[in-house]
C-alpha cells in the first residue's frame, strides 16, 4: 500500500524559512509527479508546486521565486523548501502523488489541481505570523 509521510511543519514570523519533507512507501514505480498543496478551510486544497518524474516543476504565482520542490534519489524523499514565508502561505501543507505512467510524467498545470492525484499524506501545519 503506497502511503505519504509529510514532517517539517511548525511556526515562524513572516520573512522566515521552513523545510518540507514527503517521505513515500509502498511503491518501487517512480514514473509519477508529485504536487504539494496547501489546504485552507473553506477553499480546498490549492496546488503550490508539483515535480514530474523528469524533474520538471511547476509553481502556483503565489510562491513563484520564494518556493523549491525538490526530489532525493538516493532517499526518494520529496522536499519542499520554503523561503520568505508570509502569513498567507498559513495553512496544512500536503504532498500527493500520481498513479505510475508509462514513460515520464512531467510537471505542468495540470499537475497543480488535484485530479490526477491517487495517493494522499495526511499533511503538516505550517503557521506564519505576521
Known amino acids: 500500500q503506497v502511503q505519504l509521510l509529510e514532517s517539517g511543519g511548525g511556526s515562524v514570523h513572516a520573512g522566515g524559512s521552513l523545510r518540507l519533507s514527503c517521505v513515500p512507501s509502498?511503491?518501487?514505480?517512480?514514473?509519477?509527479?508529485m504536487g504539494w498543496f496547501r489546504q485552507v478551510p473553506g477553499l480546498g486544497r490549492v496546488g503550490i508546486a508539483t515535480?514530474?518524474?523528469?524533474?520538471?516543476?511547476r509553481y502556483s504565482d503565489s510562491v513563484k521565486g520564494r518556493f523549491t520542490v525538490s526530489r532525493d534519489d538516493a532517499d526518494n524523499t520529496f522536499y519542499l523548501q520554503m523561503n520568505n514565508l508570509k502569513p498567507e502561505d498559513t495553512g496544512v501543507y500536503v504532498c500527493?502523488?500520481?498513479?505510475?505512467?508509462?514513460?515520464?510524467?512531467?510537471?505542468?498545470?495540470?499537475?497543480?489541481?488535484?485530479?490526477?492525484?491517487?495517493?494522499w499524506g495526511r499533511g503538516t501545519q505550517v503557521t506564519v505570523a505576521s
Open positions: 515535480l514530474g518524474s523528469d524533474n520538471t516543476t
Open positions: 500527493a502523488v500520481t498513479r505510475p505512467t508509462e514513460g515520464h510524467c512531467s510537471a505542468g498545470e495540470r499537475t497543480l489541481v488535484v485530479t490526477p492525484y491517487r495517493v
Open positions: 509502498g511503491y518501487t514505480n517512480h514514473q509519477r509527479c
